[in-house]
T-cell receptor, first 117, second 115 residues
Framework: AQSVTQLGSHVSVSEGALVLLRCNYS??????LFWYVQYPNQGLQLLLK??????LVKGINGFEAEFKKSETSFHLTKPSAHMSDAAEYFC???????????????FGEGTQLTVNP | DARVTQTPRHKVTEMGQEVTMRCQPI?????VFWYRQTMMQGLELLAY????????DSGMPKDRFSAEMPDATLATLKIQPSEPRDSAVYFC?????????????FGPGTRLLVL
């Protein structure tokens, strides 16, 4: 079965510093991977996704993630944090093995990002 | 700007009462998901539908929860009777499943408090 592990439930960075949110996955088939962001009192919003092709994926708000099959990782990065990046971030993997038509996702437990002035 | 809508946004009720949450998926989306989010359990998938038919509701407590899609523009999640442990934020998400990995679009959620 597919699973996702997000390392660190809370990450704190200074404004302007590098953001690195870690995600490792387990999948018996080539995975489709996602990062979603949740701002306070809102639903989840897609940041970026990897399906096939280029392993470095660029998303909205300056975020990017790199799919590394050898490390089973899909870490999210942003070179310079902004105060508005404070939110909860979820990594997710598509359950392609049991739902080959896609769509169903397994989410990680989330990482709360705090940005300090 | 197409988006998923959910009503009500907030609900406070007493234990034992029936709660109905509604979701309007994005027009043209054929798959609808119901999630529950709590501090303790994180984001859990309760059930999902494709073309209005339930595909999987194994994440849902069957004795008190029920989910339906009366038509393509409305999905409902009911809890009867409600219990304090049902207090959570309930999200609906929709996607146009086409055999490729389409994006799930989430609604703003219904924040439920059962006293």
């Amino acid at each position: 079965a597919q699973s996702v592990t997000q390392l660190g439930s809370h990450v704190s960075v200074s404004e302007g510093a590098l953001v690195l949110l870690r995600c490792n996955y387990s999948s018996s088939v080539p995975p489709y991977l996602f990062w979603y962001v949740q701002y306070p009192n809102q639903g989840l919003q897609l940041l970026l996704k990897y399906t096939t092709g280029a392993t470095l994926v660029k998303g909205i708000n300056g975020f990017e993630a790199e799919f590394k099959k050898s490390e089973t990782s899909f870490h999210l990065t942003k070179p310079s944090a902004h105060m508005s990046d404070a939110a909860e971030y979820f990594c997710a993997v598509s359950d392609r093995q049991h739902h080959p038509s896609g769509s169903r996702l397994t989410f990680g437990e989330g990482t709360q990002l705090t940005v300090n002035p | 700007d197409a988006r998923v809508t959910q009503t009500p946004r907030h609900k406070v009720t007493e234990m034992g009462q029936e709660v109905t949450m509604r979701c309007q998926p994005i027009l043209g989306h054929n798959t609808v998901f119901w999630y529950r989010q709590t501090m303790m359990q994180g984001l859990e998938l309760l059930a999902y539908f494709r073309n209005r038919a339930p595909l999987d509701d194994s994440g849902m407590p069957k004795d008190r929860f029920s989910a339906e899609m009366p038509d393509a523009t409305l999905a409902t999640l009911k809890i009867q009777p409600s219990e304090p442990r049902d207090s959570a934020v309930y999200f609906c998400a929709s996607v146009r499943a086409s055999g490729f990995q389409e994006t799930q679009y989430f609604g703003p959620g219904t924040r439920l408090l059962v006293l």
